[in-house]
């Protein structure tokens, strides 16, 4: 029986869906639950922030907000330091998940109350950085640890994964960014909550399809005698260490560019860009809206299905709560499409733009996977530097789009396909450097302090968000000086020195993996 377990976990992980492990995609939908909360959240953040008191905002100027924004999503990626560390060395990964999408829950339920009492927005934000310090970095590691080896598989399921993350994402600005600016601001947060409570529980009552993995070190046996038969020297070991560290440090560049889409890319299409549709126009919005909606949902609903027919036998309770969301979900989905379509003009909501990076992960993730699996798999620094030039690229047309707008100007009305051809770029550069260092930290890594060097690895994160916010913040003092072009400039020329310095550095860098690839 043991020469059929091809994957670590119980006899029910050992059926594949698309020739993965079927707790890949239990790990999946919890993960696409918690990152609906995050993304629908900060989605409306900045927008609250910036919205004025009449219209039930608090009336910040938009450098006060960025800056808020800035501590936010750096602290997010700060606190998985002692995430991994507490999982790694006392609780165990799934513990960790479990205490980490508890304490997110209650956070952005504190956020939706803030109605009654300001201060208790502040308190949902340090629950959310404190959970996710928890959920972060344990979660990706499970991923990694149901694999019994490093193969090119590995970086299949860690785009898989990514795809899960990308989902929840999507649809978290979709619908919390639509109710948010079109209903009320808090029940956006609120709804934000809801389907991180959802996550939890559809992840704590299934959570034995991983067998062994996951639990107290202690508990952990079988991984860690299969730890010990593997002797690597000091050298390799360091070596390899380094090349987590070279990887974590260029992808501070990475997000420090892409993080502008939460910050300086969702002002630009709040007050620079042309989304008052009527007549054709806007029937035409509502068809494409309708069908990004739908095809990914329909997507989602068939991989859950696969999910059931796979595992309802031993984890009904864990499929109830996940069908159970996808339930509500698919309600809110036709209310706010048929709420759209009873509309005579259409005003295209500016978090909206930033659904778009989740559905092109959506479709093009599979087809990087399988590219990723194929003889045409380049090594993880070239990977690496075409992303970095990838996005770059976005941002340069962002800025040739920006070119016309004057010297200080507040507002214009620039065309939306600037920003569409922005986020596609910034997808398909997203596919070549977040799954594929995912990857290489969990293969890369001594078991012992995976957890711990996938913190590392989110705190290039927390550097680079820190840094996105806060140059976001400068968006006014340089459009009024240098031009909005200008702005823009600055993300697409270091991004691409950086990006070729990586494809420069392949061989030494490969080198330094001893045989990982």
């Not at 029910?12 to 939908?29: A, D, K, V």
């Not at 016309?404 to 065309?415: E, M």
């Not at 939306?416 to 910034?426: E, K, P, R, S």
Request: a neutral charge.
């Amino acid at each position: 029986m043991e020469k059929l377990n091809i994957f670590n976990g119980d006899e029910i992980n050992q059926r594949t869906i698309l020739g993965h492990p079927s707790g890949l995609f239990t790990l999946f939908f919890t993960e696409m639950w918690e990152r609906f909360s995050y993304y629908g959240m900060r989605a409306i953040l900045v927008l609250f922030l910036i919205s004025s008191i009449d219209n039930e905002g608090w009336g910040w100027d938009r450098a006060d907000a960025l800056e808020l924004y800035a501590l936010y999503t750096g602290l997010v990626y700060v606190t998985p330091i002692f995430g991994g560390l507490i999982a790694d060395n006392l609780i165990g990964y799934r513990k960790a998940i479990v205490a980490g999408a508890f304490l997110m829950t209650l956070g952005h339920a504190a956020m939706a109350l803030e109605v009654f009492y300001d201060f208790y927005l502040y308190v949902g934000l340090v629950l959310l950085i404190l959970g996710n310090g928890l959920f972060k970095p344990n979660i990706s590691s499970i991923v990694g640890q149901m694999y019994k080896d490093e193969g090119k598989l590995k970086d299949g399921a860690y785009t898989i994964f990514y795809m899960g993350i990308n989902a929840g994402a999507f649809l978290g600005i979709l619908l919390c960014g639509y109710i948010g600016e079109n209903v009320n601001w808090h029940y956006g947060f609120g709804l934000a909550g809801i389907f991180m409570l959802f996550g939890m529980l559809q992840f704590h009552f299934g959570q034995n399809i991983f067998g062994d993995v996951g639990l107290k070190p202690t508990e952990s046996k079988k991984i860690e005698k299969k730890d010990n038969n593997i002797k690597t020297s000091r050298k390799v070991t360091i070596d390899r260490l380094l090349v987590i560290v070279i990887f974590s440090f260029v992808t501070i560049f990475f997000w420090w560019g892409f993080e502008q889409a939460g910050g300086s890319m969702t002002i630009f299409a709040n007050d620079y860009t042309a989304r008052d549709l009527e007549g054709t126009g806007a029937l035409i919005f509502k068809i494409v809206n309708t069908l990004l909606t739908i095809v990914p949902m329909i997507i989602l609903t068939i991989i859950l299905y696969v999910l059931f027919r796979n595992t309802f036998e031993k984890y009904a309770v864990s499929n109830i709560f996940l069908a159970s969301s996808f339930v509500i979900i698919w309600g809110i989905v036709i209310w706010m499409l048929k709420r759209e379509f009873n509309e005579d003009a259409t005003e295209v909501p500016a978090s909206w733009f930033a659904i778009l990076n989740s559905f092109f992960i959506i479709v093009f993730a599979p087809i990087f996977s399988k590219v990723w699996q194929s003889k045409y798999n380049p090594t993880g620094p070239i990977k690496f530097g075409i992303g970095l030039i990838l996005m770059a690229t976005g941002f340069a047309i962002l800025s040739y789009g920006s070119i016309d707008i004057p010297l200080g100007a507040s507002t214009a009305s620039q065309s939306m396909i600037f920003l569409i051809l922005a986020y596609l770029f910034h997808t398909l550069g997203e596919l070549c450097v977040s799954p594929v260092g995912l990857s290489y930290v969990s293969k890369l890594a001594p078991k012992k302090i995976v957890g711990f060097m996938f913190a590392i690895w989110l705190l290039s994160s927390a550097i680079a968000n820190y840094f996105a916010g806060i140059t976001g913040s400068y968006i006014d003092p340089v459009v009024q000086e240098y031009g909005m072009a200008a702005f823009f400039l600055i993300f697409t020329i270091i991004p691409t020195i950086v990006g070729l310095l990586m494809i420069f550095s392949n061989k030494k860098i490969v080198k330094m993996m001893h045989g990982i690839n």
